[in-house]
């Protein structure tokens, strides 16, 4: 469970495990001396086709297909859009059961030869650590390792079962990759309800973070805390102002 601190407090967390943390971040932290909370995905553990997270799949294909009608199954997008739900191919897929959205995210790989088209798009943008890069991540004395699930799901969009086995696979992998106790998480897509937030209680995820608060007890619920997100795709002053915002209309958590 969260203990507040003593008076306000900042911290920084980044998400998904990229592997420019271990050769971008890491260096600036060393640099600053600051200390920071890497929310890693437990697949990062896995080997892999191709090291990235199904996002950066979907905005591969969106960079090599910008125009072409996307088809998936029975399923057609134009524009990225399903013709008949008008539901993007991005939330389509976060509300798809585990194996449903792996075997389109496969389907799609193959139909439109990712494998090969993502080598040629600079790795630093969407390639995930490997165990032994994140083994070496991990002994940094600045570096706190959370989970991010293992697999990357929308915990809130699946049963409660294969949410359950997620999260378990991610606490059980990285802790065995790294050898240290995984005590938090930060729910990917900040996707969670409060079956969700009880299930990694139980798993021994003892803090526990959102992207925005979904539920109206969550602000006096202690294991959860909410995060002011920067963008990696618009400028410092931009950036700058939109923390500003959340700061003013969401606060000190």
Known sequence: MAIPPPRRTLTISFDDGYLNNLN???PLLEKYNVKSTFFIPGICTEELEIRTLWPDIIACLRHFYPNEI????????VNYYDVETRLSLVDFLKICEPDVRDHSINQLINKYNISHKIK????????????EELIRFSKSPLVEIGSHGHAHYNLANINLTDAQIDLKNSKESLQKAINKEIKG???PDGSYNPQIKDISEKLGYYYQMAVKYRFSDDKNDLRILGRHCVS???TYEA???L????FKNQGFN
């Open 24 to 26: 971008i971040v890491l």
């Open 70 to 77: 996307i088809e998936l199954e029975n399923r057609r997008f």
């Open 120 to 131: 040629s798009v600079p790795d630093e943008i969407w390639k995930i650590m490997n165990t």
């Open 185 to 187: 998480i930060a729910f």
């Open 232 to 234: 990696s795709t618009t």
């Open 239 to 241: 950036n700058m102002m």
């Open 243 to 246: 923390i500003n915002y959340s």
